[in-house]
């Protein structure tokens, strides 16, 4: 348990070498999906004026499907589209290095408090973005945080339209207020 908090920690801190040890270590699988399960009920319940108590298993159940879909998707572009010459990577580490760049979004659970949600959220998902970028960086061998930058944008786009109509079609994304 000490080594998955220490590893936790670092991931908030961005050090690199947490994600490049989790890369290696094909059994921190289950706690990099451990800290996405863990963020998004921290998620949840920082929403849950909005959310209600569906919201938090749904938000659950979203972010695993996106956990996946991000990691494959940054694995295809980054890896097969845009590597650098000494790019070698496979799904597996991307899993573990994305779901341990999700450590900042623990903090969402302070959304809680009334009139800082918005700032909480805003704040939890830029950390959380730069995070993905050291880990996308480490993961795929780049020496360019830029391009990390590139690949994680356009990653986390096809992400957001793949979820944004598969919360059209489902009627999820058209309640009406």
Not at 67 to 76: M, Q
Not at 99 to 109: H, T
Request: aromatic fraction near 10%; hydrophobic fraction near 55%; charge should be neutral.
């Amino acid at each position: 348990m000490t080594t998955f908090i220490d590893r936790l920690i670092r991931a908030a801190k961005l050090q690199p070498g947490v994600y490049e040890e989790v890369e290696a270590d094909k059994s921190a699988t289950n706690q990099a999906m451990g800290i996405v399960i863990l963020a998004s009920i921290a998620a949840g319940i920082g929403s849950i004026e909005k959310g209600g108590g569906f919201g938090i298993l749904a938000g659950t159940v979203i972010s695993l499907i996106g956990w996946f879909v991000w990691a494959y998707i940054t694995f295809l572009i980054g890896a097969k589209l845009l590597p650098e010459p000494q790019t070698e990577s496979n799904v597996g580490e991307l899993l573990r290095t994305i779901g341990f760049a999700s450590s900042p979004g623990l903090l969402r659970i302070f959304g809680v408090i009334p009139g800082l949600t918005g700032l909480i959220f805003f704040i939890t998902s830029l950390w959380m973005l730069a995070a993905m970028v050291v880990a996308v960086r480490q993961a795929l061998d780049y020496t360019s945080t830029l391009r990390a930058v590139g690949v994680c944008i356009i990653g986390w786009l096809i992400q957001a339209l793949l979820i944004g109509a598969l919360l059209f079609f489902t009627g999820s994304g058209s309640r009406s207020i």
